[in-house]
């Protein structure tokens, strides 16, 4: 049997949301599992792909084995217009082989975000990236507020999942609060994966 893993699946064509996903993956190693780190590649507007099938930098693409045999799974994006961006909801689209056999059903999940304005729909966001993976049967795990950066959080994090305020040049780092809202994200994750394990054996 191949060892439990969480996959901390993302889109980003900039930092921030990368960074986002790394300290996820911080968190899921933090509470004694592995992660694992995919992204998706830009939706082409060619007739054809043009893309290769391995980034140039970053993590590797995503494929549906990645998800099929995860433990868990934290899903990231940048908001555009309130919603996920395109490039991600056109993966989960992709994903009906695995709604069929109910491949996630009972798995954890986690949503995650980043967003060039404060109130740029972090939110929305976070809620709509949570439709798909309800409708696979998986099991939504945001952050209470015994996280006392949720509290203390002046740039991002919602109880929905954690987010960033990138700023309008999309420069601006991840604060203090953010990282360990990322990290408690990763832990929980790991933490109710394990647990679910434990009562299934």
């Known amino acids: ?20 996903a790394r300290q996820i993956a911080r968190g899921v190693e933090m509470a004694g ?14 007739c054809e792909a043009v893309a290769p099938g391995i980034p140039a930098e970053g993590a590797l693409y995503a ?13 990231g994006s940048p908001t555009r217009f309130g919603n996920m961006a395109a490039p991600l909801k056109y993966f989960l689209d992709g994903t009906s082989s695995l709604w069929l056999t109910g491949e996630l059903v009972g798995k954890p999940a986690g949503v995650f975000t980043s967003t060039s304005s404060l109130h740029g729909g972090q939110e929305s966001t976070l809620l709509s990236m949570m439709l798909p993976l309800l409708h696979h ?11 006392g950066a949720l509290l203390e959080t002046r740039g991002g994090g919602t109880p929905y999942g954690p987010s960033h305020h990138a700023g309008a040049d999309g420069k601006r780092k991840l604060d203090d609060h953010e990282i360990a809202l990322c990290r408690a994200l990763g832990q929980r994750l790991a933490s109710t994966a394990k647990q679910l394990e434990t009562s299934r054996g």
């Open 1 to 20: 049997m191949s060892t439990p893993y969480i996959l901390v699946l993302y889109y980003s064509r900039h930092g921030a949301t990368a960074e986002m």
């Open 33 to 46: 599992l592995e992660a694992r780190l995919r992204s998706v590649p830009a939706v082409s507007s060619e």
């Open 63 to 75: 494929e549906l084995d990645d998800l099929r045999h995860c433990a868990g799974l934290a899903l």
């Open 137 to 147: 049967g998986m099991l939504i795990t945001g952050l209470p507020y015994s996280e």
